[in-house]
């Protein structure tokens, strides 16, 4: 097995994508199995990525095997332990659901395939100018070297049967917290979700929001950051066991939402709620809410590494991740609720309207009532506010 | 004898295999981890050996608490396990002997950590399975209350639910060690002299046992000071014990927190090295505190005590760990189930349904992983001692010893080094690397449970067969064999155990390419859907049982003497 891998790297190079057309890749994906390494811990888009599967192997002859992930950076370090044992062909894994942090290593390290988004016929479908951050993930540029699968905003979770009015800023929030001590916390950083909490108390700590699009170091961090553990230390004698500790996740946190424990939750995905209700995990007065002053928008991607053994077959994954119908049927919060990176107005009459019939689900605000969308910091306050974060808060 | 031994090249080339099979890996995963330690990771451009990532280490915060977390919790766990597991075994000899015991606990023992911890944590949580039995008609609890009962700063949750599961490993132990000593005439002994059978077990038959269960028992000090997947389902979280710590160190997407997190696993090596010679010098000076003590002559009120405390642990812990996986039951088949109800309000197959689709392939994998790895293990296992026993421990094969190397060495410490070795050898994400890499953690156990009863077998019966004219190959297949029955069927079961529980080799050596029970149950832990972890964890739990269910019901013949 290894030897044919090694003949074909012989055989057929690949000498990036340039010279190629999507043809060309179509033709010698052809056979390949895919390894799309991606967290795990939803069933329902575990049971898309299968259909995605099955599509494709239909489609294209391309199968797909999904490698489930606890945490994205398993397969990051995967990769990085293969280079360090010299593999540059016939790795491990062959796409990646990825965003962020874990997208600005391994394009630092070299660890990426690329740029290939050019390839892609439907990378031109996607709304580029819309969504800009379908271009800048956490102020890094794409490059190419990743291509967009779905749109993130992030959105709050209350129970409406205990929680008539849900707070409209953090202010708001603390005051609440105060006077129900117990019955909030957020996921403890470095998880995703808890970090991402934390941006949100900085965005309202930091005068200019466009500082936060330039890198920070500790002196000036430390300087600006002062309001973030004002607010911080002020809730966290209320929260849900006295602040001493938190969720590990906000998983966890949806699992306290739906045993009563707390009444709110947070998530990246505006329909996570809907479908969490319609699958029997949250209850059913739960809704979405989110602060006046906006929340942070992002998107996920899918990547390819530097060494991956079946590169055609991943693009041609990444390509069918762009197709309306595999689009449509992400967004559908039966399925998943994942909101399209698509421009509607670029699609064709009969593909827009397998949008326009979509339900939006019981908790999922439409979005004119989304609020402004935020753009993530630099990672650099990232970075420093989960190091302040646990010198203060988990000594 | 040793005349025979030369004759069998086989055997002779047992034990340095063995060493090979596993020294080979652990040497090159400790090499690749400590290397980084001190600024040596070339495929990060880290090429200067210096002090910088324990600079860092030190400077990180929550790192002092998190070694003060993991000292306790481990050493505060493997206290507990002991002290009931010798109050359990202490008062089984008051009437029905170990009976009970040997029928009983081994079953708790073959539940993997894992579906172990998430049964605890289903039954200990707030909102969890033993507020809802008694909510609200006894506690007036409309809503969970809001109380530190898992997941607590101190760690206590992890000690505890560390504690249920090693103190069945540990009166396995025991029982295993009594049973090659003749503690019966022992005991028959002491009891003329007024004392009561738990009494004069604890002061007559436990200092013999203990040197046979020190290994065992620092193998459980090994583990709880650095175990992970129970730490993420009960430990503390912010911040966690140091092996959760060094994970996400492992994991982080800022790669240069791998050097950091490569020193922190050679700390991590450090604090048991530590802790195990803390323990030795503790047992030294107990031995000497307590000599006058064990002559002072039988004490009807502490027998009492002794019975007393000894039923109390053994209902706690079965009591405990049933009430768990009772939890784990129900969820699996829970519709809607919300506090403070006691019971789901619907049940459904649907979780079941899920899992028989979604795992019947990782489960095929888990199964024949764990029934290769134990296999191959016994067969060394077995070989090497029937060299050891024909030569007698020489130099040379005490080396075997080493083999024990990967129980008392944190997997998280030589991990990350394997994998690249393995990358290397062009072994990783294939299923020969993977099933050496179970084996370098089966092969220990199955020597632990093995060694001793394989050595202490009674001689007379070797000379008997040898008199009669047997050679030494006829000797080893006729008697040693049928008399070791059930305890080489029960090391195979741990070994198969062993394997099934396996989290960390499978994901960095398995290159995710072949998931098995344990790493999916551990991604659904981690996920949202509590039915669905429940019925996975019953799953994984299931597999260990049926083998040990199989050893057991295995007689061994009735040639010993004592009971």
Redesign the interface.
């Known amino acids: 097995m290894r030897l044919v891998l090694v003949l074909m790297a012989v055989l057929l190079p690949l000498h990036g994508a340039t010279a190629e057309t999507f043809a060309d890749v179509l033709a010698r994906a052809r056979g390949q199995t895919v390894y799309f390494n991606a967290w795990g811990g939803s069933p329902q888009i575990n049971d898309y990525i299968a259909w995605v599967g099955r599509e494709t192997k239909a489609r294209f002859d391309v199968g797909l095997v999904q490698v489930k992930l606890g945490d994205t950076a398993e397969a990051v370090a995967r990769v990085l332990a293969e280079k360090e044992a010299g593999r540059t062909e016939g790795g491990t894994v062959d796409l990646l659901w990825i965003n962020g942090e874990n997208f600005r290593a391994m394009k630092e390290k070299g660890l990426l395939f690329g740029p290939f988004t050019d390839m892609l016929p439907n990378f031109r479908l996607v709304d580029t100018g819309g969504k800009p951050t379908t271009l800048v993930d956490f102020t890094i540029p794409t490059d190419g070297y990743e291509s967009p699968w779905g749109m993130a905003k992030f959105v709050l979770f209350y129970d409406s049967a205990r929680v008539p009015d849900p707070p409209a800023s953090l202010d708001e929030l603390a005051a609440w917290t105060l006077t129900h001590p117990g019955r909030f916390t957020y996921p403890a950083p470095p998880d995703f979700i808890g970090s991402t909490f934390l941006k949100h108390v900085l965005y309202e700590a930091v005068p200019d929001p466009a500082r936060l699009q330039q890198p920070v170091d500790a002196d000036a961090f430390a300087a600006l950051a002062t309001p973030v553990w004002r607010w911080l230390d002020r809730v966290q004698p209320h929260l849900w066991r006295g602040g001493v500790t938190y969720p590990a996740s906000g998983q966890a946190l949806h699992r306290l939402l739906d045993d009563g424990e707390v009444d709110f939750s947070m998530a990246f995905n505006p329909a996570e709620a809907s479908s969490l209700i319609l699958a029997g995990r949250l209850p059913e007065s739960v809704r979405s809410f989110v602060f006046r002053a906006g929340t942070i928008a992002n998107t996920h991607f899918v990547a390819i590494p530097f060494n991956a053994a079946h590169k055609e077959g991943a693009m041609v994954v990444a390509n069918f991740l762009l197709e309306p119908e595999a689009q449509a049927r992400k967004q559908d919060v039966r399925v998943w609720g994942d909101p399209t990176v698509l421009d509607l107005a670029a699609l064709s009459p009969a593909d827009r309207v397998r949008f326009e019939g979509l339900a939006l689900g019981p908790a999922t605000l439409p979005p004119d009532r989304l609020g402004p969308a935020l753009p993530e910091p630099h990672p650099s306050w990232m970075e420093l506010l989960e190091r302040g974060w646990a010198e203060r808060y988990a000594r | 004898m040793p005349v025979a031994s030369a004759r069998s090249p086989f055997l002779r080339l047992a034990p340095p295999l063995t060493i090979a099979l596993f020294l080979g890996p652990v040497a090159a995963g400790l090499a690749g981890t400590i290397l980084p330690a001190f600024g040596w990771?070339?495929?990060?451009d880290v090429r200067q050996l210096s002090l910088e990532p324990w600079r860092q280490l030190l400077a990180?915060?929550?790192v002092?608490?998190g070694v003060v977390l993991t000292l306790a919790s481990g050493l505060g766990a493997t206290v507990l396990a002991l002290a009931s597991a010798v109050l359990i075994v202490a008062a089984s000899h008051e009437r029905r002997g170990t009976r009970p015991l040997r029928l009983t606990l081994p079953f708790l023992l073959a539940v993997p950590h894992l579906a172990s911890a998430i049964g605890t944590a289903f039954l200990v949580?707030?909102?969890g399975f033993a507020a809802r039995l008694v909510s609200p008609w006894l506690t007036g609890w409309q809503?969970?209350p809001?109380l530190?009962t898992l997941?607590?700063?101190f760690g206590l949750a992890l000690t505890f639910g560390l504690a249920l599961r090693e103190c069945p490993f540990l009166v396995l132990a025991l029982i295993a060690a009594e049973s090659q000593i003749a503690s019966g005439g022992r005991l028959a002994v002491a009891r003329t002299f007024g004392y009561g059978a738990a009494e004069a077990w604890l002061k007559l038959v436990l200092p013999q046992l203990y040197g046979q269960v020190r290994l065992p028992l620092y193998a459980v000090l090994a583990f709880a000071l650095s175990v992970v997947d129970m730490a993420?389902v009960l430990g503390?979280?912010?911040?966690p014990v140091l092996a959760v710590q060094l994970l996400?160190w492992?994991?982080?997407?800022?790669?240069a927190l791998?050097l950091v997190a490569a020193a922190g696993a050679v700390l991590q090596l450090g604090l048991i090295l530590l802790a195990i010679g803390t323990w030795r010098a503790v047992e030294t000076v107990l031995a000497r505190l307590c000599r006058s003590w064990l002559l002072a002559g039988p004490s009807p009120s502490f027998e009492r005590a002794l019975r007393l405390l000894g039923r109390l642990a053994f209902t706690g812990v079965l009591g405990t760990s049933i009430l768990g996986l009772g939890a784990l039951l129900l969820w699996s088949v829970a519709?809607?189930w919300?506090?403070p109800a006691a019971l789901p309000s619907q049940l459904q197959l649907a979780s079941w349904a899920?899992v028989a689709q979604?795992l019947s392939w990782p489960a095929a994998t888990t199964l024949l992983l764990a029934a290769l790895s134990s296999l191959a293990a016994l067969g060394l296992v077995l070989a090497c001692l029937e060299h050891e026993a024909r030569t007698g421990p020489k130099p040379r094969a005490r080396v075997l010893a080493l083999a024990y190397a990967p129980l008392l060495i944190p997997q998280v410490s030589f991990l990350?080094g394997l994998?690249?070795?393995f990358?290397?050898l062009?072994l990783?994400?294939t299923f020969p690397g993977l099933l050496w890499s179970h084996l370098v953690f089966v092969l220990p156990y199955v020597l632990l449970m093995l060694h001793d009863p394989y050595l202490a077998l009674d001689p007379r019966f070797l000379a008997t067969g040898t008199v009669l004219g047997g050679a030494p190959a006829r000797v080893f297949w006729r008697i040693k064999l049928p008399l070791l029955r059930r305890p080489i069927l029960v090391a195979a079961a741990v070994g198969f155990s062993v394997s099934v529980a396996q989290y960390l080799p499978t994901?960095f050596v398995g290159?995710?390419?072949w998931?098995t029970l344990t790493?999916?149950t551990?991604?659904?832990a981690?996920?949202?859907?509590?039915r669905?972890a429940a019925a996975a964890a019953l799953l994984l739990a299931l597999l260990p049982l049926a083998a040990l269910a199989a050893a057991l019901a295995v007689r061994s013949p009735r040639l010993r003497h004592g009971r």
């Open positions: 990771l070339p495929a990060l990180a915060p929550g002092g608490r949580a707030p909102s809503r969970p809001d530190l997941n607590d700063p993420v503390p979280t912010a911040p996400r492992f994991n982080d997407p800022d790669l791998r519709g809607s919300r506090f899920a979604d990350f994998q690249v070795l990358v290397r062009g990783d994400a994901v290159g995710g390419r998931p790493t999916e551990l991604t659904l981690l996920g949202s859907d509590r669905l």
